[in-house]
Structures are given as C-alpha cells and as structure tokens.
C-alpha cells in the first residue's frame, strides 16, 4: 500500500501562485509515476500534470506554461507550483501514484486538497 498525504491548498487572488506538495509512504518501491489531478464542483476528475521515475513531465493544456510538476525522490515528495492562478483553477486537487506490480498498474489516490481562487 502506499499512503499519500497532500499540503499547500488554499484561498488565493487571481494572477497569485500557491505550492502544492504530496508526501508518498508505505510500499513507495516501484512508483512508476505521480501526479496531480483535480476536481471542480460538477465535473469529472481530470490530469493537471505528471513526472516519471525518471522525471518525464506531461501537463494538461490549460496549465501548460503556468503550473511546474516536480519531485524530490529522497524525500518521497512530488510537488505542484502553481502560477498565474486563474478562477477556473478552482477544484480539489488529489495527489496520485501509480505503482506497478507484474503487469498490474495500481493507482494511489490522497485525500484532496481545496485549492479557491476568487477574481
């Protein structure tokens, strides 16, 4: 199992920056990918980024040029720096893990973090 703990959401002005951060215990060994995904009131859970074991970075086109994906491997954390923050931001932010046994992928998922931003 592996046990996601999320940090950093909050209230924020439009054109503001907030950090989010995921810290990542338990079975941690073969994490393949992490990442962050959100969800607004009445939408479904869509990718905002992801880095690979090996740092490969993928961003949804909406945060592309805003947001900056990162992990620090010894600390088990990965991290979310968000720029230029718009009102359409505005969801719940969940920390993924994806960690693959054999030829299964299991997904990790923390407990959300709000992330408000008022225009």
């Known amino acids: 199992q592996v046990q996601l703990v999320e940090s950093g959401g909050g209230l924020v002005q439009a054109g503001g920056s907030l950090r989010l951060s995921c810290a990542a215990s338990g079975t941690i060994f073969k994490i393949n990918a992490m990442g962050w995904y959100r969800q607004a009131p009445g939408k479904q859970r869509e990718l905002v980024a992801t880095?690979?074991?090996?740092?490969?970075?993928n961003y949804a086109d909406s945060v592309k040029g805003r947001f900056t994906i990162s992990r620090d491997n010894a600390k088990n954390t990965v991290y979310l720096q968000m720029n230029s923050l718009k009102p359409e931001d505005t969801a719940v932010y969940y920390c993924?893990?994806?960690?693959?046994?054999?030829?299964?992928?299991?997904?990790?998922w923390g407990q959300g973090t709000q992330v408000t931003v008022s225009s």
């Open positions: 993924n893990a994806a960690r693959q046994v054999g030829f299964v992928i299991n997904n990790y």
């Open positions: 880095i690979t074991s090996d740092g490969s970075t």
